[in-house]
Each structure stands twice: as structure tokens, then as C-alpha cells.
């Protein structure tokens, strides 16, 4: 899988961009705050139909027509896959006064309007960025991303359990809080639990699955990337309320029935707190090396080879999910590494149809320059070819 052809319009700090990107590895160099970012960011929500970054759509909008009548970004893209070429666009309507155009994504899929659900992992992109260091030293909430963003680009019946999932949660976290207050019945219960832990079931599965598949490919690039001196251990932490001690379940009634199991035990404390406390809202993953808590006992060098081992395994996963190569973006990780590990991750992505890299410090990465098919300057949101050295 490869992009052919981008275009952004409207998007952060583009006024309109149009390139045709090379299969192989393209580079894009450019100072900070020009606009790199914002480029993997736009290919990598054509992707998800998710922002790696902005906690809304409007904030993706340019912000010179954030006011107009109709602050609309658009982004268009060509990708050639085995599972037959597609044209996706992706609209992102901004807050707007007018009734009749509703803030949020409209997309289509080869000219025909989809759902934002069924356009998900239509292009498949695993995205390394320098705050993924957080994946391993941050809060949970990171973790369980990490994990969904994966997941979601290569199993739709995932994405809709996320979906239903948390309309439900806060369903039954209203419910509870009437409940507390008085103003309803336990028995209420009853029918949001079964709901809860259908959906919650399904996620737990998943992620279990998931994350077993990942976890040999992780802890061998960690080795490989460390000479072999350093493990990585990953462990699901599923949020059972406890009942997770055992050995994990191993399909999806399991799963449910755990968690119903789960909700049933600890109603009387859900009761007092007025919320969900357990379910895949709360789950973690542990991660170690060589056996000790990477988040209070690594180093911030120990962390980011972890980090970037995540990523390598995710790159691994969703080919073999997918039987074909996700798209590979890179943004400004490689200046941070030291020329053995940089040589070890493009020697990794040496074999994958497409990697797209940016980067601040060229000199820093002249074998990327060497390498690259594809070479791009980006200055204040414009994008030019170059040939040069």
C-alpha cells in the first residue's frame, strides 16, 4: 500500500498542497513550525479519521477561516493496494452558524459518501512521533490509544464496539448518579450491564489478541535495537475488578461473562462513586525492561527504544493483519537516535512499499537523504520537490 497523490486544503497552517509522493522513502525537510507535523498529522487522519493531536475538528481548520461562513479542510489522497486502488476524501467542517452544516467529517470513498466508521484503516498508517515516548512513560489513557488506533484500522467490528461502548458508559454512568442521588433503582442496572459487557467484551478480546501477537516482535527489535542488552516484557491489564488473576480468558463469551461478573461484585461501590470503575475505559498494559516498570525505572534513552520497538511491532502487526504494508510515517524521530539504530529502523522499513519521513536537522540524517526517492521542502505550509543534494 502507497500514497500516489495528496492533497490538503485548508488544513492548520496549508492554504492548498498537492503533491504526487514516490513509492519507497520520501523525505520532507523543513525548519520547525513549517508545516511537517501537520502533513503526517493530515495522512495519518486519512487513515484513522482521528487527529494523532487536536483534542477537536475545529481546531484543525485553518485558522485564517475558522470564522468564515464555511470553515471547511479538505483532504484528498490516491492509494494504490493490493485489495484494489481507492480515492478517499476526507471534509472537516468546522464550527459554523448555519443550521444546515453540521460540524464534524464528511468522507467518501472512491466519490461515494461513507461513514467515518467504514472509511477507517481504508489506508492503513502506523505513525512514529517523537511524543511517543508517553506510550511508555505516560498514563494509561496513552496505552489504551496506542492500542484502539491500531486496532481500529484493521478490525471494524472493533471500532463499532468502541463506539457502542461508550455511548452506553455514559448511559450507565448517568444512571448511576441518579441512582445515588435516589431518583432510580439497582434493577436499572441490569440492562446497561449486559449492554456494557457485550461491547466491553468484544474490546477486551481484541486488544488481548492484539497485544499477543505484538509482543514477540516488540521485545525482538527491542533486542535488536539495544545489542541485546536490554528485554521488553508487555502484559495486558484488563479491568476486572480483580477477577483478572487467573489466566486470561481465551475467547469472547469468556470475556463477557468476566466482566458482567465484574460489574455484578462491585455494583454496590460503582453505586457510592457514581461511575463505570471497571471495563476496557480503565485497562492497562505494563510494560518492563528487564523486568522492572519501564515508566519509574527506565532511563528517558531506555523509553524511547521501547517506544520505537512499540511502534516497529505495530508496523509488523498491521501487515500481517492487512497481508499488505502499511504506510510508514516518521516524523523527526530518526535525528534523535544514533546512526546504528537509525541504520537498524531503515533497514526494518527497507521492505515496506512506502515511508514517509520528516525532519529539521538534515544533516543530521544524510543517509535518508541518499536513500530517498522522493525529496521535499516544506516552508509556511507550501510543499517543492527538490533533486539537490
Known amino acids: 500500500m502507497f500514497i500516489s497523490e495528496l492533497q490538503i486544503t485548508n488544513y492548520r497552517n496549508y492554504v492548498r498542497a498537492s503533491i504526487r509522493l514516490d513509492r519507497g522513502l520520501?523525505?520532507?525537510?523543513?525548519?520547525?513550525?513549517?508545516?511537517?507535523?501537520?502533513?503526517?498529522?493530515?495522512?495519518?487522519l486519512l487513515s484513522t479519521l482521528r487527529s494523532s493531536r487536536a483534542s477537536s475538528d475545529a481546531d484543525l481548520v485553518r485558522r485564517d477561516i475558522i470564522s468564515s461562513e464555511f470553515p471547511i479542510a479538505r483532504l484528498e489522497c490516491q492509494v494504490d493496494r493490493s485489495a484494489g486502488n481507492l480515492h478517499l476524501e476526507?471534509?472537516?467542517?468546522?464550527?459554523?452558524?448555519?443550521?444546515?452544516?453540521?460540524?464534524?467529517?464528511?468522507?467518501?470513498?472512491n466519490g461515494v459518501a461513507r461513514r467515518a466508521s467504514d472509511a477507517v484503516g481504508q489506508?492503513?498508517?502506523?505513525?512514529?512521533?517523537?511524543?511517543?515516548?508517553?506510550?511508555?512513560?505516560?498514563?494509561?489513557?496513552?496505552?489504551?490509544?496506542?492500542?484502539?488506533?491500531?486496532?481500529?484500522?484493521?478490525?471494524r467490528g472493533y471500532l463499532r464496539a468502541m463506539q457502542r461502548y461508550a455511548k452506553v458508559l455514559q448511559q450507565r454512568n448517568s444512571l448511576l448518579k441518579r441512582i445515588q442521588a435516589r431518583e432510580a433503582s439497582a434493577g436499572e442496572l441490569n440492562f446497561w450491564d449486559q449492554e456494557l459487557a457485550h461491547s466491553g467484551g468484544i474490546i477486551m478480546k481484541a486488544r488481548a489478541d492484539a497485544l499477543g501477537s505484538l509482543v514477540p516482535e516488540a521485545a525482538h527489535q527491542m533486542e535488536r535495537l539495544s545489542d541485546g542488552q536490554e528485554s521488553l516484557q508487555l502484559t495486558y491489564r484488563p479491568?476486572?475488578?480483580?477477577?483478572?488473576?487467573?489466566?486470561?480468558?481465551?475467547?469472547?463469551?469468556?470475556?463477557?461473562?468476566?466482566?458482567?461478573?465484574a460489574l455484578s461484585a462491585l455494583r454496590g461501590r460503582e453505586i457510592g462513586a457514581g461511575a463505570t470503575i471497571v471495563g476496557p475505559h480503565r485497562d492497562d498494559v505494563t510494560i518492563e525492561i528487564d523486568g522492572m516498570p519501564a515508566d519509574s525505572y527506565a532511563s528517558r534513552a531506555q523509553q524511547r527504544i521501547?517506544?520505537?520497538?512499540?511502534r516497529l511491532a505495530e508496523a509488523s502487526y498491521l501487515r500481517n493483519v492487512l497481508g499488505d504494508d502499511p504506510v510508514v510515517l516518521l516524523d523527526d524521530v530518526l535525528s534523535?537516535?544514533?546512526?546504528?539504530?537509525?541504520?537498524?529502523?531503515?533497514?526494518?522499513?527497507?521492505?515496506?512499499?512506502?515511508?514517509?519521513?520528516?525532519t529539521a536537522e538534515p544533516d543530521r540524517v544524510r543517509e535518508v537523504m541518499t536513500r530517498a526517492s522522493g525529496r521535499f521542502i516544506v516552508s509556511a505550509g507550501a510543499l517543492t520537490r527538490f533533486e539537490g543534494e
Open 123 to 155: 489506508l492503513c498508517a502506523v505513525l512514529f512521533s517523537t511524543l511517543d515516548i508517553e506510550i511508555v512513560a505516560g498514563p494509561p489513557l496513552l496505552r489504551r490509544r496506542y492500542l484502539d488506533m491500531m486496532i481500529s484500522q484493521v478490525d
Open 90 to 109: 476526507v471534509a472537516i467542517v468546522g464550527r459554523t452558524t448555519d443550521a444546515n452544516h453540521r460540524a464534524g467529517k464528511r468522507v467518501r470513498v
Open 26 to 44: 520520501n523525505l520532507f525537510v523543513g525548519d520547525n513550525a513549517q508545516g511537517k507535523s501537520n502533513l503526517l498529522e493530515a495522512i495519518y
Open 336 to 358: 534523535e537516535l544514533d546512526a546504528r539504530r537509525r541504520k537498524g529502523v531503515l533497514e526494518f522499513f527497507d521492505n515496506f512499499q512506502q515511508t514517509i519521513v520528516t
Open 306 to 310: 521501547a517506544a520505537l520497538s512499540l
Open 239 to 261: 479491568s476486572l475488578g480483580g477477577l483478572d488473576d487467573s489466566s486470561l480468558p481465551i475467547d469472547e463469551t469468556e470475556w463477557i461473562a468476566r466482566m458482567l461478573r
